[in-house]
């Protein structure tokens, strides 16, 4: 089963990519851009027909591993 | 005394670390990240670089790489443990340092000498060190320290914050701080200070005719206080 989920900075904590692609795309016309914010994004190919139970590994490897909650949040989709 | 470097694939400062190391008395040992054990030793070094490509986040996979449980270990049992660049940003992916280390702030890799102010002189690192500012140079892109307003809070009142940068008349302000980092911090301690991470690195200041011997003045000191 594939378990899909996004990893992205909390609400608050200084993205300065974000901040550039706004800045370029402000610069490219795009004017009404207020704000830019990036993240990652995976897929986990996980052994398993439960989904349940898959996202709930899932959940476990973001918290072990794929997202650094000091900085950042995981959802899973 | 006995000094341990860990080399993970990446690693790049590691061999510049173990010169600093036996240039000033340490009989250093290198160890391989998918080694089980570390040989009896009283320090462990964790070098700069860029372990696992900077894969995930920096320090993430070597954080939870096969060599690290003896070294968290090693850690936890008082042994010290000191993190230099790369080596901090896998401090804190371990959770054995609190706090993140962030891309700079000018989304630049930043490489030159900066100060920094020694702010605690009450751990083996820096006890009796006749300096109150070190010369120390810096290579990263990701060096900008952030953590919990908790966190930070807790640092201040047990005096963890090591090292700021700051000028060379020691003032710690927004113009000596070069990739944003929290509060100016350049290395934190944990509670016990027998860990300590730091972005500059001493190992490049060890020459007087190619760099400068702040680094120098860290390695002697340390040595001297393990004695």
């Not at chain 2, 700069?48 to 939870?64: E, H, N, T, V």
């Given at each position: 089963m594939k378990i899909k989920l996004t990893v992205t900075l909390k609400n608050g904590v200084l993205d300065p990519q974000g901040k550039a692609i706004q800045q370029t795309l402000n610069g490219m016309g795009f004017s009404n851009v207020e704000e830019v914010r990036q993240g990652k994004y995976f897929e986990v190919e996980?052994?398993?027909?439960?989904?349940?139970?898959?996202?709930?590994?899932?959940?476990?490897?973001?918290?072990?591993?794929?997202?650094?909650?000091?900085?950042?949040?995981?959802?899973?989709? | 005394?006995?000094?341990?470097?860990?080399?993970?694939?990446?690693?790049?400062?590691?061999?510049?670390?173990?010169?600093?190391?036996?240039?000033?008395?340490?009989?250093?040992?290198?160890?391989?990240?998918?080694?089980?054990?570390?040989?009896?030793?009283?320090?462990?070094?964790?070098?700069?670089?860029?372990?696992?490509?900077?894969?995930?986040?920096?320090?993430?996979?070597?954080?939870?790489?096969?060599?690290?449980?003896?070294v968290i270990e090693f850690a936890k049992k008082g042994g010290l443990v000191l993190g230099i660049c790369n080596g901090f940003q896998i401090l804190t992916e371990t959770g054995l340092l609190p706090g993140v280390l962030q891309q700079n702030k000018n989304i630049e890799f930043i490489c030159k000498n900066v100060f920094v102010k020694i702010n605690d002189k009450n751990n083996k690192y820096f006890k009796n060190i006749d300096k109150d500012i070190l010369e120390l140079h810096i290579a990263h892109n990701e060096g900008n320290y952030f953590c919990s307003k908790d966190e930070l809070k807790m640092m201040n009142d047990n005096n963890l914050i090591a090292v700021s940068y700051c000028n060379n008349n020691g003032e710690i302000n927004e113009r000596s701080n070069p990739n944003g980092a929290i509060k100016n911090i350049a290395g934190i301690f944990n509670k016990e200070k027998n860990i300590l991470g730091m972005m500059p690195?001493?190992?490049?200041?060890?020459?007087?005719?190619?760099?400068?011997?702040?680094?120098?003045?860290?390695?002697?000191n340390l040595l001297n206080n393990l004695k």
């Open positions: 996980v052994n398993e027909k439960n989904e349940d139970k898959a996202k709930s590994k899932v959940e476990e490897m973001c918290k072990k591993l794929l997202a650094n909650l000091v900085i950042e949040d995981f959802k899973i989709l | 005394m006995k000094s341990s470097v860990i080399i993970f694939p990446g690693s790049n400062c590691d061999r510049d670390m173990d010169v600093a190391l036996k240039k000033f008395g340490f009989e250093n040992q290198m160890i391989w990240h998918n080694d089980a054990k570390i040989p009896k030793c009283d320090l462990i070094v964790l070098p700069g670089g860029f372990s696992y490509g900077d894969y995930l986040r920096c320090g993430s996979i070597a954080g939870k790489s096969k060599i690290i449980k003896s690195h001493p190992e490049r200041m060890i020459d007087k005719y190619l760099s400068g011997e702040d680094g120098s003045i860290f390695f002697k």
